[in-house]
């Protein structure tokens, strides 16, 4: 099921997103006590994240990490985790846990072992993920014509993670598995502008829609087990 959101302008748009998580995370936190909450990168979250930090609620109950991130050094201006850093995990945001998909290793395919065994010791359950979607029709690290694609669409694969060599800007990632986003309980895809926006009708082409490969998010928006809430602006 598709919940399509739209909003006029980008700083509605990351307020109204901003809004409806935290309103999830508040109610999750009621009910199990914590909430886990994965966040995407790239140019269209930040001032999402900035919102998302004011937002009062128990922030020492969340925890926070990356759908993907680039096999960078989070000093880089590429990196994912420095994008979270500087912008979501301060003001009262400050106090959640940060769990980085990017660890020490040279590579992300030395370092696979290491970022699926945190993730499996760090998440017992997935409940919050909010996705990007680039112009190729990418969304996570999951690239079209990516040698790793298939099995990060692998819907049966056990794998949290998936190590990518061949993305086409930054090509070294980590990036979390759709096996994994699909255990999550609320899915978010959040873009804006008019160019995405025109992506995003070749996306829903009824005849393609179920083509995953040439645009990998239709995996995650045609699927049949957790809802997508899609938050976009003109
Ligand atoms: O490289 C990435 O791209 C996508 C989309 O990013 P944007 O700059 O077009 O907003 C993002 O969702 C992903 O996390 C990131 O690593």
Request: charged fraction near 25%; aromatic fraction near 8%; include cysteine.
């Given at each position: 099921m598709i919940n399509d959101n739209r909003f006029s302008d980008t700083h509605t748009l990351a307020q109204q997103l901003a809004d409806s998580v935290a309103s999830k995370m508040r109610s999750i936190i009621d009910s199990r006590g914590r909430v886990s909450l994965a966040v995407s990168g790239g140019t269209t979250p930040k001032e999402f994240f900035l919102k998302l930090s004011e937002k009062e609620l128990d922030w020492s109950k969340v925890l926070v990490t990356l759908v993907d991130d680039r096999w960078v050094d989070d000093s880089d201006e590429a990196s994912n985790a420095r994008l979270v850093k500087e912008n979501?995990?301060?003001?009262?945001?400050?106090l959640a846990y940060f769990v980085p998909l990017k660890n020490a290793e040279a590579t992300p395919k030395e370092g696979l072992m290491i970022s699926e065994n945190r993730l499996h010791e760090q998440i017992d359950e997935l409940d919050i993920v909010v996705l990007g979607m680039g112009m190729d029709g990418h969304t996570a690290s999951w690239f079209p014509q990516s040698e790793a694609l298939t099995s990060c669409l692998d819907e049966q694969a056990a794998a949290c993670c998936f190590a990518v060599m061949d993305a086409p800007e930054f090509a070294q990632r980590m990036t979390m598995s759709l096996s994994l986003v699909l255990r999550a309980k609320h899915i978010y895809l959040h873009f804006e502008g008019a160019d995405k926006n025109k992506v995003f009708e070749q996306v829903c082409d009824e005849h393609e829609k179920h083509n995953f490969e040439p645009m990998p998010v239709r995996s995650v928006l045609f699927q049949n087990q957790v809802p997508v809430n899609i938050y976009r602006s003109a």
């Amino acid at each position: 099921m598709i919940n399509d959101n739209r909003f006029s302008d980008t700083h509605t748009l990351a307020q109204q997103l901003a809004d409806s998580v935290a309103s999830k995370m508040r109610s999750i936190i009621d009910s199990r006590g914590r909430v886990s909450l994965a966040v995407s990168g790239g140019t269209t979250p930040k001032e999402f994240f900035l919102k998302l930090s004011e937002k009062e609620l128990d922030w020492s109950k969340v925890l926070v990490t990356l759908v993907d991130d680039r096999w960078v050094d989070d000093s880089d201006e590429a990196s994912n985790a420095r994008l979270v850093k500087e912008n979501l995990l301060i003001n009262k945001a400050a106090l959640a846990y940060f769990v980085p998909l990017k660890n020490a290793e040279a590579t992300p395919k030395e370092g696979l072992m290491i970022s699926e065994n945190r993730l499996h010791e760090q998440i017992d359950e997935l409940d919050i993920v909010v996705l990007g979607m680039g112009m190729d029709g990418h969304t996570a690290s999951w690239f079209p014509q990516s040698e790793a694609l298939t099995s990060c669409l692998d819907e049966q694969a056990a794998a949290c993670c998936f190590a990518v060599m061949d993305a086409p800007e930054f090509a070294q990632r980590m990036t979390m598995s759709l096996s994994l986003v699909l255990r999550a309980k609320h899915i978010y895809l959040h873009f804006e502008g008019a160019d995405k926006n025109k992506v995003f009708e070749q996306v829903c082409d009824e005849h393609e829609k179920h083509n995953f490969e040439p645009m990998p998010v239709r995996s995650v928006l045609f699927q049949n087990q957790v809802p997508v809430n899609i938050y976009r602006s003109a």
